[in-house]
């Protein structure tokens, strides 16, 4: 079965800028979970969207966004890109909502200079 | 704020001694928790999931939970250098009628050969 794809796995963009990051689940998993991982803050929880819709969302601003399609793929959409938006995006996928095993995608390095 | 602690580190153990990681956690009615490892540059990797308090191996691996005292630990047997990574401990918690993980913040093994 594969696993976890994220795309695309490395961007760089200016600030002010917007940025689209995708990824898609382990077939048969509902559930999408998405998080920022940094040196100083370690793995802090964005959202998790499950059918389509967000369950949980963590405490970034509002410029964080994401969705869900029918067929589980998820995207996240950050805004007005800050110096401070630079780190890996990891999305994990889950067979269902909530607590249970998630298997995380190679992530996405995103730097915004 | 629901917290997990991982106590501080680095840890370097010689190859072949048994490596000990510890995490507590505040969330007194968290009912899952997980061990992930991530090596340099990866994403994070599920290597153990515990639900129940007690023991629970995996080859040289071995989960320890207590409920009571709100802890869980990652005991590895028989380091070998290929266990150097970080390793990440993750809880439920409860936020409203969802649940999410929340990571710590990770402690560094280094395993010396």
């Given at each position: 079965k594969a696993g976890?794809?994220?795309?695309?796995?490395y961007l760089i963009k200016t600030r002010g800028q917007q940025v689209t990051l995708s990824c898609s689940p382990i077939s048969g998993h509902r559930s999408v979970s998405w998080y920022q991982q940094t040196p100083g803050q370690g793995l802090q929880f964005l959202f998790e969207y499950f059918s389509e819709t967000?369950?949980?969302?963590?405490?970034?601003?509002?410029?964080?966004?994401?969705r869900q399609f029918s067929n589980s793929r998820s995207e996240m959409n950050v805004s007005t890109l800050e110096l401070g938006d630079s780190a890996l995006y990891l999305c994990a996928s889950s067979s269902s909502s909530g607590s249970h095993e998630q298997y995380f995608g190679p992530g996405t390095r995103l730097?915004?200079? | 704020q629901k917290e997990v602690e991982q106590n501080s580190g680095p840890l370097s153990v010689p190859e072949g001694a048994i490596a000990s990681l510890n995490c507590?956690?505040?969330?007194?009615?968290?009912?899952?928790?997980?061990?992930?490892?991530?090596?340099?540059g990866k994403s994070p990797e599920l290597i153990?999931?515990?639900?129940?308090n007690g023991d629970k191996e995996d080859g040289r691996f071995t989960a320890?939970?207590?409920?009571?005292?709100?802890?869980?630990?990652?005991?590895?047997?028989?380091?070998?250098?290929?266990?150097?990574a970080t390793y990440l401990c993750a809880v439920n918690?409860?936020?409203g009628a969802n649940s999410k993980l929340t990571f710590g913040k990770g402690i560094t093994l280094s395993v010396r050969p």
């Open positions: 976890v794809t994220q795309t695309p796995r967000q369950r949980n969302k963590g405490n970034f601003p509002g410029r964080f966004s994401g730097t915004v200079t | 507590t956690y505040s969330d007194r009615v968290s009912q899952s928790f997980f061990w992930y490892r991530q090596y340099s153990m999931s515990i639900y129940s320890q939970l207590n409920k009571a005292s709100q802890y869980v630990s990652l005991l590895i047997r028989d380091s070998q250098p290929s266990d150097s918690s409860l936020t």
